[in-house]
């Protein structure tokens, strides 16, 4: 069991900033590819960010131009840089290893962005 917490979540006003962070309790990001999922209350779970192995990334439309995604492995860290945020991205944010699917689901970060 590899230990992720995240962090970096909060309250912002639409069209502002935050930044998330996916701490792992050791080097693991260089192994596994990273993604990041958010889910609203009521709703289903989505994906809104990979990172591969390699460092290749992929956004869904509804983030996309906005949220980048990023490693840096030397920290065991991967981040979710979110810019332009609108109140239908708040959420409860988790970050996931691709490729465990026997990982438990931490208590992710709350994001919610006001109108």
């Known amino acids: 069991q590899v230990q992720l917490v995240e962090s970096g979540g909060g309250l912002v006003q639409a069209g502002g900033s935050l930044k998330l962070s996916c701490a792992a309790s050791?080097?693991?990001?260089?192994?596994?590819?990273v993604g990041w999922y958010r889910q609203a209350s009521g709703k289903q779970r989505e994906l809104v960010a990979v990172?591969?192995?390699?460092?290749?990334?992929n956004y869904p439309e509804a983030v996309r131009g906005r949220f980048t995604i990023s490693r840096d492995n030397a920290k065991n860290t991967v981040y979710l840089q979110m810019n332009s945020l609108k109140p239908e991205d708040t959420a409860v944010y988790h970050c996931?290893?691709?490729?465990?699917?026997?990982?438990?689901w931490g208590q992710g970060t709350q994001v919610t962005v006001s109108s």
């Open positions: 996931r290893l691709m490729g465990r699917p026997n990982d438990d």
């Open positions: 990172i591969s192995q390699g460092g290749d990334t």
């Open positions: 050791r080097n693991i990001f260089s192994v596994y590819g």
